[in-house]
């Protein structure tokens, strides 16, 4: 007997001499530990007291005994200090009232029986067939579960593992196939109407493993701890190879594999499958690994153990999953610690700097303790995309500091990307700016004028950060000038931001934060960056202050626009345009122009003699209606038989066809000449007929309206108590004097004829004469 450190112990057992004259075949332990009982080919089963030698017992067969198990209720005086044996039977001892040993067989094997498991009522026992399940109760077999050949060897070549995982549940190994069996209660109807037993045995779990199986127990609801033997052999001395201890979590009808290690034992290479033994304690979570010449004890890892292990194998990940999960005297930032020193010594700065991010959260004082780790290997930059920015976890300036000037000698890019992306509150702007002064190159100068310019906005020094942006021609200018209202600084600096973006530009000096004025005399000398502004000054403009400035730059930059600008405005001086013009030979505008000046014939004779265009002659005399006008286009045309034509088929309407036809020469050959005469007579008898129609029309309305205004005069008047006299100014009706005559005019003036001074001679209303004095006045 030995203490779990593997030393002899000082026992009954280790004193008195060894009963067995052979080797042991099974050792068997009570439930309490206090006795033991063994096995032997010589025939004998030994039942030893760990604390006294009072139930000692010893029997001998003259058989070779292969399996022996104690009841695991044997300690106590009063269960008749049961065992069992098995050799070619399975046979029931029991104590007698006068302590001798009453035998009863249970049953008979299919040849040896080679292992028993025994727990509560039932007894599980192997033989050289197959597995049965014996229930004490009841006095019955549950079953027979026949076991399949291997495929090398025979069945009797391997021991069958046996154990308990709970009352109920039966765990098997042998060879290399593992089955799990549930016994349970059948249906009641079922054991009475067929003489059954009250439980049955159910296979749950079957699977086949890699290895042969030396040992097997439980360890969680659907975990196993499994000792195996390699199935292989090793490749250069064909020798076996190291015992493994598997930890496999089982479903139906396969496994999971969820660790396995192997294990360093004496003289492993010599051993068989069944040299080695695996038990266990369940309760404290032991288990024993039992080899000719050595005896492991593995524990389940704790926390700290578990943490511990993962450390010293590297494994800081795992390490702090078990840590968050469980908990443990091991703190995640100490781990993370140790972990984040790792990593920057295998140079793997991005995975270290985002474990800062995941561990250190917003705790300031970590942040500032850590990030000089990165300072000493100069990999601030690694860790800048993670650096807490926020307010709610702002470091010492000094920190920002660092990593910009780790990166304005290292990395300019990076350096303005920051200067961009972090707001400026995190760090001394000034001690910023006085770093790149001091390390200015002329390599990196746009790149770090643009940081000067944004580190000068922030210090509110505009005018140097104009300047640094205009430098550098970068548009980032216009949203400095316009988000600070610098507009008053860029007077002197049109031209150059109409250079760097004229849309841009012309559209910032549209907003009238700079006065017109100032900018056209800024661009006096750029006349098409002044076009460009005036012309988009105008359609937001509506006092045409410029436009005696905007006809000669249409003119001269988008001539398409020009006459429909001079047709729009009327705030430029006539003649100067016109003299422009001419001189760039502008007809269509001259024609305006001309006409706008009243010198309509002028305007004639260019749309005849330089543009050509008969029609828009003819309608430029239909428009003005002038008899000259329509005497010099006929002049015109009468040499020339295709305007002829053109004229016939348009005049219709607008003057005397004889003036036009007069003017055609005897023999003149007009090509279309007969249709053309037809159709302007045609016209001109449509107008006549037209005007014949009106006319009519005219009539008939006048002698219509005559008759209903002569109608309605000679009607009667209305005299009601609410008109007034228009002398007295009474009511044209009272009660005094009901009979007295009303004078009313057809222009509804009402008056008392008492009230008017020559009621007998007048012909007129004298309101109305007064208010109508000097025209015509209305009769009565």
Not at 40 to 51: A, E
Not at 148 to 167: A, I, V
Not at 677 to 698: A, E, H, T, W
Not at 707 to 727: F, K, M, P, T, W
Request: with cysteine.
């Amino acid at each position: 007997m030995l203490d779990h450190q593997g030393n002899c112990v000082h026992t009954i057992i280790n004193i008195k001499e060894n009963a067995h004259i052979l080797s042991v075949n099974k050792i068997s332990v009570d439930s309490k530990g206090e006795h033991i009982a063994t096995c032997s080919d010589d025939g004998k089963v030994v039942i030893s007291g760990l604390y006294t030698d009072e139930n000692n017992q010893t029997l001998s067969t003259g058989k070779i005994i292969k399996a022996v198990e104690l009841d695991p209720q044997h300690h106590r005086s009063g269960a008749g200090r049961k065992f069992i044996i098995g050799d070619n039977k399975l046979v029931l001892y029991e104590r007698t009232f006068l302590k001798g040993l009453k035998s009863t067989v249970l049953r008979d094997s299919e040849g040896q029986v080679t292992g028993i498991k025994w727990n509560g009522q039932f007894v599980a026992w192997a033989s050289s067939l197959g597995i049965h399940v014996y229930d004490l109760n009841e006095k019955c077999s549950l079953g027979f579960i026949q076991w399949e050949e291997p495929k090398e060897g025979k069945l009797t070549d391997y021991r069958c593992n046996l154990n308990w995982s709970n009352d109920t549940t039966l765990l098997i190994g042998w060879v290399d196939t593992v089955r799990i069996c549930v016994i349970r209660k059948r249906n009641a109807i079922e054991v009475s109407t067929r003489n059954l037993p009250v439980h049955i045995v159910d296979p749950m779990s079957t699977f086949q493993t890699d290895f042969y199986i030396c040992g097997i127990a439980p360890l969680e609801t659907v975990q196993l701890v499994v000792l195996g033997y390699s199935k292989e052999r090793d490749s250069e001395t064909n020798k076996a190879l190291r015992p493994i201890i598997c930890v496999l979590q089982y479903n139906a009808s396969d496994y999971i594999e969820i660790c396995t290690d192997s294990l360093s034992m004496r003289g492993y290479e010599e051993y068989k499958c069944d040299d080695y033994h695996l038990d266990c304690l369940i309760d404290e979570n032991q288990y024993f690994i039992v080899s000719p010449k050595d005896v492991i004890v593995a524990n389940l890892y704790e926390t700290d153990d578990r943490v511990q292990w993962l450390i010293e194998h590297g494994k800081f990940e795992q390490a702090m999953d078990v840590i968050t999960k469980h908990g443990g005297k091991y703190s995640l930032i100490t781990v993370a610690r140790l972990y984040l020193d790792h990593l920057l010594s295998l140079q793997q700065f991005d995975e270290a700097a985002r474990l800062c991010t995941r561990v250190f959260g917003n705790d300031k004082q970590l942040w500032e303790e850590e990030v000089y780790k990165f300072v000493k290997v100069k990999q601030l930059r690694s860790v800048s995309s993670y650096i807490p920015v926020s307010d709610a976890c702002k470091l010492n300036p000094h920190v920002y500091e660092m990593v910009l000037y780790e990166y304005l000698q290292l990395d300019p890019d990076g350096f303005l990307r920051l200067v961009k992306e972090w707001p400026p509150h995190l760090y001394k702007t000034k001690a910023v700016i006085n770093a790149i002064n001091d390390h200015f190159n002329k390599k990196d100068a746009n790149i770090l004028l643009e940081a000067l310019a944004i580190l000068y906005t922030h210090e509110k020094e505009f005018e140097l950060a104009l300047t640094m942006y205009l430098k550098l021609q970068h548009k980032d200018v216009f949203e400095l000038i316009t988000t600070y209202n610098l507009y008053g600084m860029v007077k002197d600096s049109i031209v150059q931001l109409i250079e760097l973006d004229s849309e841009r530009a012309i559209a910032m000096l549209l907003k009238d934060k700079i006065p017109a004025e100032d900018v056209v005399r800024e661009l006096e000398q750029h006349e098409q960056y002044l076009y460009r502004f005036l012309d988009a000054y105008d359609k937001v403009d509506s006092s045409d202050k410029f436009h005696w400035r905007l006809v000669n730059l249409y003119a001269r930059y988008e001539p398409d626009k020009l006459l429909s600008f001079l047709k729009r405005s009327n705030n430029y001086p006539i003649q100067e345009a016109y003299d422009i013009c001419q001189k760039r030979l502008f007809y269509p505008e001259m024609v305006y122009l001309l006409d706008k000046m009243g010198s309509t014939r002028e305007a004639l004779t260019i749309i005849l003699h330089n543009l050509q265009d008969v029609q828009m002659a003819i309608d430029f005399c239909k428009e003005h209606d002038d008899m000259d006008l329509w005497n010099d286009l006929i002049n015109e045309s009468v040499d020339k038989p295709h305007v002829m034509t053109k004229l016939l088929n348009s005049i219709a309407g607008f003057i005397d066809p004889d003036l036009l036809v007069n003017k055609i020469q005897p023999g003149q050959e007009i090509e279309g000449l007969k249709e053309a005469v037809i159709k302007m007579l045609c016209g001109y008898s449509l107008q006549v007929s037209i005007q014949g129609g009106c006319n009519g029309i005219l009539d008939s309305d006048y002698f219509g309206m005559h008759e209903r205004v002569v109608r309605v005069q000679q009607g009667a008047l209305s005299v009601s108590a609410d008109i007034i006299c228009g002398v007295c100014r009474r009511d044209i009706l009272f009660k005094d004097n009901m009979r007295a005559d009303v004078v009313v005019f057809n222009c509804r003036h009402y008056f008392h004829e008492n009230c008017l001074l020559d009621k007998y001679n007048l012909e007129f209303c004298i309101v109305c004469n007064s208010k109508k004095l000097g025209k015509q006045p209305t009769g009565s």
